[in-house]
């Protein structure tokens, strides 16, 4: 564990600015090096609710918003009454004393009241509770004034200079009553160092495809994949992308489909509900030979669901999108930083194979609040179009779209290069797009244009990195994971090596096409296996065992709409090393 790990909760209803508190901290920390991660938790709802705004800071690189609360920020009574009695002894409340009411707390639990209205006026904007209660958090982890001070400059001077020096006044006489009345926190924050960056998992997915060379964005909005709709349509006009919000989801994969036909890198994104209008749309892109890249962020289903909770409930719904036996690409970054070195790599293979695409994320990585170093970034990746024609050459007048080759690839014409002529179509077709209709349908043609079509995947299973094992190779116990579960699981497995306990992780990102070899390899190599979802069924062990036959020993699963805490995974591994069930569904202590 690093020496500074400080975990700072904000709650509050939807309307009373908590986004605002959260980005100050987040900006804070980032300026000074601290790495940073948040997670909300939050409602459906535009105003009311209850929202619980984790964001945690440390001294080294994290990947969960931890197991405890240090700090709390009480923007309403609700929010006091709920979380309270999580606290223990070295902990802090903040809250606005004219409005809040204490309840009992523990030995330990500094009560840190506010007469927000005495300290920033009688008549002051109520949001102003929201920045009281940040210089307090500032002044009690050691944070020099100025630093909130140049924040709260940034934040604010957009909108006026007016609005900066009035919450620079209230926040100084907050950070002055705090330091003259409250212990500061044990953990101090560390000294400045190399500033960080701060992004969200969907602008992450966002810039990738940007700089991967997406020139068309089609969406409809759906939670919670929209973020990544907001970061195309406010960049689309500076980096040249053609940004098309429509009526529903069935039109975007058609509009996706009919601009990556014409030779525009298309993306789009939706979640769960949207994916399945645009199953059919998937076909028809794999029947044409068309790349395209779908991003589902999944959110709890089925239906309309929890729209603002997180679960890993569509692999299945992704596995079998459309019908038909057919060549695909499906992947399940592990966290924002993955998913945008991996995305311009998924382009080039689309391109490149011909195919659609499909990124799995889902609401705990996009709408995830991290830190990150910049220099991790590279804007500027390798753009590989593939087979693609722009131009007549020796082919003109004998071109065939769909020509059998040894690899499945044909060369990719583009519309409306003369001599380059050709049909291209949802039904099945011969080498030169002419369709194999009812009446001509042959056997021999049909098989040989499958079989063209599916050993594209040979190819593209060859390049792709097989999965490894990450940890000592003579562990007692190896937890397996894919996507968004990477995080939590490496965080577990500290713990449990301070408890004893040695593990290592075998986590899986790429799903179609599956090195089914090399994970029946690794999985039968281990001592004991144990695998994370966020799911009911076990969905990618299901998956997992169709493609290997390979049963693990044990399960951890968690499907209430909270992902895990590090603290659920070890507690589950110990017990079912000390012989308790082979399933464990850890339960959830936060309510929201």
């Known amino acids: 564990m690093g020496s500074f790990d400080y975990v700072i909760s904000i709650g509050g209803a939807a309307g009373q600015g908590i986004a605002t508190p959260g980005n100050i901290?987040?900006?804070?920390?980032?300026?000074?090096?601290?790495?940073?991660?948040?997670?909300?938790?939050?409602?459906?709802?535009i105003r009311g609710g209850h929202s619980f705004l984790t964001v945690r800071c440390s001294?080294?690189?994290?990947?969960?918003?931890?197991?405890?609360?240090?700090?709390?920020?009480?923007?309403?009574?609700?929010?006091?009454?709920?979380?309270?009695?999580?606290?223990?002894?070295?902990?802090?409340?903040?809250?606005?004393?004219?409005?809040?009411?204490?309840?009992?707390?523990?030995?330990?639990?500094?009560?840190?009241?506010?007469?927000?209205?005495?300290?920033?006026?009688?008549?002051?904007?109520?949001?102003?509770?929201?920045?009281?209660?940040?210089?307090?958090?500032?002044?009690?982890?050691?944070?020099?004034?100025?630093?909130?001070?140049?924040?709260?400059?940034?934040?604010?001077?957009?909108?006026?200079?007016?609005?900066?020096?009035?919450?620079?006044?209230?926040?100084?006489?907050?950070?002055?009553?705090?330091?003259?009345?409250?212990?500061?926190?044990?953990?101090?924050?560390?000294?400045?160092?190399?500033?960080?960056?701060?992004?969200?998992?969907?602008?992450?997915?966002?810039?990738?495809?940007?700089?991967?060379?997406?020139k068309f964005y089609c969406a409809y909005p759906m939670s919670?994949?929209?973020?990544?709709?907001?970061?195309?349509?406010?960049?689309?006009?500076?980096?040249g992308i053609m940004v098309r919000q429509v009526e529903d989801e069935i039109s975007v994969i058609c509009m996706t489909v009919g601009a990556a036909h014409a030779g525009c890198r298309s993306m789009c994104a939706t979640s769960g509900g949207g994916f399945a209008l645009m199953t059919e749309g998937v076909g028809a892109a794999a029947m044409m030979e068309v790349p395209i890249v779908v991003v589902n962020v999944q959110r709890a289903g089925p239906s309309t669901g929890v729209p603002t909770k997180t679960e890993q409930g569509d692999l299945w719904q992704v596995l079998g999108a459309s019908q038909g036996d057919f060549p695909k690409l499906i992947l399940a970054p592990s966290n924002p930083l993955d998913a945008f070195q991996t995305i311009p790599e998924v382009f080039n293979l689309a391109d490149k194979y011909q195919l659609p695409a499909i990124i799995v994320s889902d609401l705990l990585i996009s709408d995830e609040t991290s830190t990150i170093d910049p220099k991790l970034l590279d804007m500027h990746p390798v753009i590989d179009r593939g087979e693609l024609i722009t131009e007549a050459g020796e082919e003109a007048g004998n071109y065939e779209r769909y020509k059998f080759t040894d690899s499945g690839i044909s060369p990719r014409a583009l519309p409306g290069i003369p001599g380059y002529e050709h049909v291209v179509s949802t039904d099945e077709h011969m080498p030169d797009g002419v369709l194999i209709s009812d009446e001509y349908t042959h056997p021999h043609k049909r098989r040989a244009m499958m079989e063209k079509r599916q050993s594209k995947m040979d190819g593209l299973l060859a390049e792709l990195a097989p999965p490894a094992i990450v940890g000592p190779a003579d562990a007692e116990v190896t937890l397996v994971g894919w996507g968004s579960t990477a995080g939590v699981i490496q965080e577990a497995i500290g713990q449990l090596a301070a408890a004893g306990v040695v593990a290592n992780h075998l986590h899986f990102k790429w799903l179609v096409p599956f090195h089914a070899d090399e994970a029946d390899e690794l999985l039968s190599s281990c001592k004991?296996?144990?695998?994370?979802?966020?799911?009911?069924?076990?969905?990618?062990?299901?998956?997992?065992?169709?493609?290997?036959?390979?049963?693990?020993?044990?399960?951890?699963?968690?499907?209430?709409?909270?992902?895990?805490?590090?603290?659920?995974?070890?507690?589950?591994?110990?017990?079912?090393?000390?012989?308790?069930?082979a399933l464990s569904v850890p339960y959830e202590e936060i309510i929201v």
């Open 224 to 239: 919670p994949s929209t973020g990544i709709l907001h970061w195309m349509a406010a960049n689309a006009r500076e980096l």
């Open 59 to 214: 001294d080294r690189e994290i990947r969960t918003h931890g197991d405890v609360i240090d700090l709390i920020i009480c923007l309403n009574q609700d929010t006091m009454d709920r979380h309270l009695e999580h606290l223990g002894p070295g902990t802090s409340v903040i809250f606005n004393s004219d409005t809040i009411e204490p309840g009992e707390a523990a030995e330990g639990v500094q009560l840190c009241p506010m007469a927000v209205g005495e300290l920033a006026g009688k008549g002051s904007n109520k949001l102003m509770q929201n920045t009281v209660a940040i210089a307090v958090a500032c002044q009690l982890l050691g944070i020099e004034f100025s630093a909130l001070e140049d924040v709260l400059d940034f934040q604010f001077s957009a909108k006026s200079e007016e609005l900066v020096a009035e919450n620079v006044r209230v926040a100084k006489a907050a950070y002055e009553h705090s330091a003259a009345n409250f212990q500061p926190a044990a953990q101090q924050a560390p000294q400045p160092s190399a500033p960080l960056a701060v992004w969200a998992g969907n602008q992450a997915f966002a810039m990738a495809s940007a700089s991967a060379g997406v």
């Open 25 to 45: 901290l987040a900006r804070l920390f980032a300026r000074r090096g601290i790495h940073m991660y948040a997670y909300n938790a939050y409602q459906s709802i």
């Open 528 to 581: 004991r296996t144990i695998i994370v979802e966020n799911n009911y069924t076990g969905l990618f062990h299901r998956y997992l065992r169709s493609e290997t036959g390979f049963t693990v020993d044990g399960h951890i699963r968690k499907y209430d709409g909270e992902p895990f805490k590090p603290h659920h995974i070890t507690a589950a591994v110990q017990d079912q090393l000390a012989g308790g069930e």
